[in-house]
């Protein structure tokens, strides 16, 4: 096996580590996307307090899911301007 080959068959078997988040479906009034609040607590550089910071993101979704159900998100290539994660499963459905 040459030295080329042996590159070729490691960039081949490489794969990426894809990025998976749990966030709450805020709004579904697109086709085909929702848009998911990932809420995560930091502690203050000064004061020490724990804080909410949150992040919204647009993730494609094949199958319709409901405001408030909890999901898991992951990251994809770039679907579209804004869309560059996908939802994987359902975690929790939205309380009735």
């Given at each position: ?32 996307t929702v848009t998911v609040l990932i809420e995560r607590r930091v ?54």
């Open positions: 096996m040459t030295t080329t080959q042996a590159t070729a068959d490691a960039s081949a078997t490489k794969t990426a580590v894809k990025r998976t988040l749990v966030g709450r479906v805020v709004s579904n009034k697109m086709q085909k502690k203050h550089p000064v004061y020490g307090k724990y804080i909410v910071r949150s992040t919204r993101c647009h993730a494609h979704a094949e199958t319709p899911y409901n405001e408030g159900d909890l999901v898991e998100i992951q990251e994809c290539r770039p679907v579209s301007r804004t869309k560059a994660w996908k939802v994987t499963r359902l975690v929790t459905p939205a309380a009735a």
